[in-house]
């Protein structure tokens, strides 16, 4: 049976993101393909290589069998990207954009030029900068590594250049400098969530507030609670000139801190479906997934009202390497069929991401009792 | 990696229902085979297996690979499935409650001892039987193949056994007799569904007003407007002493003929997941699918209430062999970006279901208007 017309998307990597993009990938009709990085991964379903997008002819074999590349992270080295973009292949988003996310220095150094909010910063080579930095902020300071870093790994708390001593002796493999940022004294975390297409159009989801531990996010709220309308519009602002300005296409997160006095500083940016937009499955007309698809297709963008109003996310991290969340099912679902469980297919791992909770309504302290108590059920059995 | 504690779900058949079953497998974690009839089939994504589902052999081996078998249609001989099930194979529905489906003098006899409300009906073997009928009934009838008949095959209007010439001739193979009833004077068609476990939870969703047009389902509206609480209570009762008299596990669908004096009388049964239920993927916080699932794995079952007030589903036939409807996205998705799509990757033929389109609203008359101007877009460009 030929599939005339058939529109076919790659997605380089295996994670639970390309897994939760195949779902309107088979709404829609497409035929979406994952390169993976080994069999048995969360996406597994639609790999149809699995091999290393750190090397060029696999990557390249890969788009030969797509109308366009799109992403599961921001690890494929620009180099591949660049020379495939030279050759033709449309990558969305493109090298030049995905260039600001692989890189937080970059990413600093181009929001500046922008003139968007954001906590001091420096970049910083040595000790002696580490301690000139520490002491014109009060002695504490954020330390990341420019490139590598995600979910709590590649950041630091520091109050002294003695903390960065194993960061400085490896400073080569971070591109020969480190980022320094000033401990935000942050009433709370927000992100402003958004998608671009190549022809410039541009829609946002409503700004949400989500809450860390241990640098890897736990809950988020939908949309944020109390937030003014000038915030609003400002959240808009900053994520419209960002995604302009960097040339960003398909979902853009802009995670943000929301100081005492206001304002919203620019804390990290992802350019890809994020854990701020889980959300968006049940809680927006058109998820994230839906979206990036439908904007590295360069297709008209889908309606990113919300269909209740509110929606409460919890991600179900792995808290053993037994416990995959599917045998507490039962007695999660009896005490509570309102809620939308995710669970990734993944290997159980203490700390790892292995799924996450929903649930909509109109009255948020009742769905945050309900998905925090299915989240005890889910953990504890 | 392996995965602890998958759950296999085999479904037998591979089109579009099969299809949308992969997404709550997706969401929920579950690893979901399809035993598909051919290469490139709606489902093929998640085909594990292509074969013929009237051989033992294949449907046999496919079974040893999951946990709970299921359907997609309702055409596997029941024999295959009762040497299975003494083998203990676990199938939802069971052999004993698809009987009913595969046949519709079954389904009459059995709906008849639980005293449910049909239209007149005899089955008839010869020409004067036909001809006694109609006698009794204005002179007009329904006549039906027991066996093998679907979205409006195997039905007809006669006025004469003349009309049957063809079907009497080849009684044997729908079994020796044929379905004749009366024709019922509707002032709709409306059709409720529900999902039942092994364990014997039972839920349902809203009763919904469905349109046909030749015999194919074109539009659905939930809830079934102006329907009386008498009416829907009726409703749900009537489904539910089907579901446990016939013992069906899964999602069950009842079509029924609304009558002028308010009377619901039962036209077709389906055990699986049905078109008139396509609107609980977005309008409900429980899809058919995902209930579907749960119900055969016998876990307990989702929240039916619906995410808006309305909802409306439009179903995409085939034009012609060259509309995927996929070339009219665009200017379908930025006219109407609150419009859910959704093809079945089938290759296009005139009157095929390729697909539907579903909005959910507040305003019923706008999301109607909505979904239609949409399908004309996709329709002719």
Redesign the interface.
């Given at each position: 049976?030929?599939?005339?017309?058939?529109?076919k998307i790659g997605v380089i990597g295996g994670g639970q993101l390309a897994?939760?993009m195949?779902?309107p990938a088979?709404?829609?009709?497409f035929?979406l393909k994952v390169l993976a990085e080994?069999?048995?991964?969360s996406a597994g379903?639609?790999a149809t290589t699995v091999g290393n997008y750190q090397q060029l002819k696999v990557v390249e074999a890969f788009a030969k069998t797509v109308d366009v590349l799109t992403f599961d992270h921001e690890h494929v080295p620009l180099e591949i990207l660049r020379r495939l973009e030279a050759k033709g292949v449309n990558i969305q988003p493109s090298s030049s954009a995905l260039a600001f996310a692989q890189n937080k220095l970059h990413m600093r150094r181009r929001l500046a030029e922008l003139n968007l909010p954001m906590p001091d910063w420096s970049s910083v080579k040595s000790a002696d900068e580490i301690d000139a930095f520490l002491a014109e902020h009060s002695g504490e300071a954020i330390l990341k590594t420019p490139i590598g870093g995600y979910d709590g790994k590649g950041v630091r708390a520091v109050t002294s250049s003695a903390d960065a001593s194993d960061w400085l002796a490896a400073l080569a493999g971070f591109g020969g400098e480190l980022l320094i940022e000033e401990k935000v004294d942050f009433v709370r975390e927000v992100a402003q969530l958004s998608a671009r297409t190549p022809s410039g159009e541009f829609r946002t989801w409503p700004l949400v507030q989500t809450t860390q531990s241990n640098g890897v996010c736990a809950e988020v709220l939908a949309p944020a609670p109390g937030a003014t309308n000038e915030m609003l519009e400002l959240a808009v602002a900053i994520a419209a000139h960002i995604a302009e300005g960097l040339g960003v296409t398909g979902v853009l997160a802009v995670e943000m801190f929301q100081t005492i006095d206001g304002r919203l500083l620019i804390n990290e940016l992802a350019m890809r479906p994020h854990n701020s937009g889980h959300f968006t499955?049940?809680g927006s007309?058109?998820s994230q997934f839906e979206q990036h698809l439908?904007a590295v297709l360069d297709?008209?963008?889908?309606?990113t009202?919300m269909?209740?109003s509110n929606a409460i996310m919890v991600n179900l991290l792995g808290v053993d390497d037994?416990n995959?969340?599917?045998?507490n099912?039962?007695k999660a679902?009896?005490a509570h069929?309102?809620i939308?469980?995710?669970?990734?297919?993944?290997?159980?791992r203490a700390g790892r991401k292995m799924?996450h909770i929903t649930a909509?309504g109109e009255n948020s302290a009742e769905i945050a009792a309900s998905v925090w108590q299915a989240f005890g059920i889910l953990v504890n059995g």
């Open positions: 049976m030929s599939k005339s017309n058939s529109v897994r939760m195949i779902v088979i709404n829609l009709g035929d080994q069999e048995g991964s379903l639609a499955i049940e007309v058109t439908r297709l008209p963008l889908g309606d009202s269909t209740a037994q995959s969340f599917v045998e099912y039962s679902m009896a069929p309102n939308k469980i995710h669970t990734y297919a993944k290997a159980p799924g909509i």
